[in-house]
Structure formats: structure tokens, C-alpha cells
């Protein structure tokens, strides 16, 4: 059927990743700075819990299910908050002296919010993708929707059961700050100003106009959409930014290394 994406079946393998210190800490893409509810990450070809303080690879995919909430600390300073039922691929993340070289996100379905650090080398790029839009940015808070399959388990997995369709829909933007240049699958391209909501079309248009609140309300674009259920800020709770990780907690780091890779396995213990 037109329009319809297909996943051919996909041997799943579950184990802890050996962990090279030296590797993490000239390649590893950033940290899980807030972790709540159901997320998995796809990594090196297995499946892994994500654990707070856990470090991300570029290649590495997190899925969030119903449940689920992550805020990911980059290592340039950008942070991104992966909202419920999301899957979102690092696909891309070089650092050059401390500033992001390259950044490249594939959002395959969900909402994610990116506050990108300011890109402080001439030739740097931050980048989100998903069927539908590329969008390149430049110190930018926004949001970035993608409609979930209508058979979306409600658990979330790392790898894609064969039977699932992903309709190609529209990609929605809303921008809060800063300057975005969207760019749709026939090559169309479109500079947004904050407070700027638009829809990049399959047809390969871009619509574009002002965000209302009737709009915030209905598509739930909150900024604080990514608070936690309790109603604190994401990364309040369970955050290592805000409090460290738990003393009792089972897969992060020991306590007394709250930041940079944690000593062991990346993640948590498989699913």
C-alpha cells in the first residue's frame, strides 16, 4: 500500500555490552540525565534498559513506551527530552573541541523536545529528521511531533515487529525560540520564526503560521509537556543533574561518580 513503511522480522539479542573507558570517552554522544517509566535503548545490535547516567552512543535507538520519559544531557551542552511512546536514533554526534561538529537525530515516531546548545564552529550542524522533514537548527528551543502507528504496543521494544505499518504522515513543528529551516521530501524549504507552528506534508508543502493556544492545547506542544507525572520539571526526579542518582540505585553508576561514563556496562541489565 502506498504510503506504508514495512519491517521485515528482526533477531533480537539480549546481553550487557562490554564497556571500554577509553572508547566512552572520545565517542559516546551524551548521558541519561532523567530517566522515568518504560525506555529501552537499542545499542550495538541489543537490547538494554536505559539506566540513569548511562551513556548514548551515535547508532544508539531509544524507545520510550506509555510509561516512559528521558532527558538526554549532550555532550556540547544541548538536551533532549524523549517524551512517552517515542522512538528516536542517534544517528549522528561529533564533537570538535568541546562544540558539536555534526548532530543527527532520526525520529521514526513520537515527541521530542531539543534545546540546542549555540553551535560555535562555522561549519557545525544540529539536525532532525523524520519521513516527512529535515530540520536544521541554530540555538533552538522546539518541539517536534510525529504521529505513533495505530498499533503501537504499549511496552515499549527496541526492535520493530514485522507486522508493524508506519503510515507517513506529517511532521509537526512548533518553535519557542531561536531559527529553524525545515525542509520537506520534494526539497521545498522554509525558514521559521519562534512562535511558529507548522506541517511538513508528504506532498512535499509546508504550511506555516502562528502558534495559538487552541493549538497548544489540542496537540499537547506544552513546553512543560515533558514534566513528570508528580508535576515536577523533567530531570526534577530521578534526575542526576538536579540530586545525583539514587543510593540505591540497581543499574547507575556508584555514587560517587555522578557524571562522565559510568565505570560499567553503558546500560542497564538486558530485557
Do not use: C
Not at 577509553?22 to 517509566?37: E, I, R
Not at 511512546?85 to 564533537?95: C, T
Request: aromatic share 6%; net charge positive.
Amino acid at each position: 500500500m502506498k504510503g506504508i513503511i514495512k519491517f521485515l522480522p528482526v533477531v533480537i539479542f539480549l546481553a550487557v555490552l562490554p564497556f571500554d573507558p577509553a572508547l566512552a570517552a572520545t565517542h559516546f554522544a551524551g548521558k541519561v540525565a532523567y530517566l522515568s517509566g518504560d525506555a529501552s535503548v537499542r545499542h550495538g545490535g541489543k537490547t538494554l534498559r536505559l539506566a540513569l547516567d548511562a551513556t548514548v552512543y551515535p547508532s544508539d535507538v531509544v524507545v520510550t513506551g506509555e510509561s516512559g520519559r528521558v532527558k538526554l544531557s549532550m555532550r556540547d551542552g544541548s538536551r533532549v527530552f524523549i517524551g512517552r511512546n517515542s522512538r528516536v536514533s542517534i544517528d549522528r554526534y561529533e564533537i570538535r573541541n568541546g562544540s558539536l561538529l555534526s548532530g543527527l537525530f532520526h525520529m521514526l515516531w513520537g515527541k521530542t523536545r531539543y534545546l540546542v546548545a549555540k553551535l560555535g564552529l562555522k561549519d557545525s550542524s544540529f539536525i532532525v529528521k523524520t519521513s516527512t522533514a529535515s530540520i536544521g537548527v541554530r540555538g533552538t528551543d522546539f518541539i517536534v511531533n510525529y504521529p505513533l502507528p495505530a498499533q503501537l504496543p504499549k511496552k515499549s521494544t527496541a526492535v520493530l515487529p514485522p507486522e508493524l505499518k508506519i503510515p507517513v504522515k506529517p511532521t509537526v513543528v512548533a518553535l519557542f525560540s531561536g531559527v529553524i529551516e525545515a525542509q520537506s521530501v520534494s526539497g521545498l524549504k522554509r525558514m521559521i520564526k519562534p512562535g511558529q507552528l507548522i506541517h511538513v506534508l508528504p506532498i512535499g508543502t509546508i504550511t506555516t503560521r502562528g502558534l495559538e493556544g487552541a493549538d497548544i492545547e489540542k496537540m499537547n506542544l506544552h513546553k512543560d509537556a515533558f514534566k513528570t507525572s508528580g508535576g515536577g520539571n523533567v530531570g526534577s526526579e530521578h534526575s542526576s543533574e538536579s540530586h545525583g542518582p539514587p543510593p540505591h540505585a540497581p543499574h547507575g553508576p556508584p555514587p560517587h561518580a555522578p557524571h562522565g561514563p559510568p565505570p560499567h556496562a553503558p546500560h542497564g541489565p538486558p530485557l
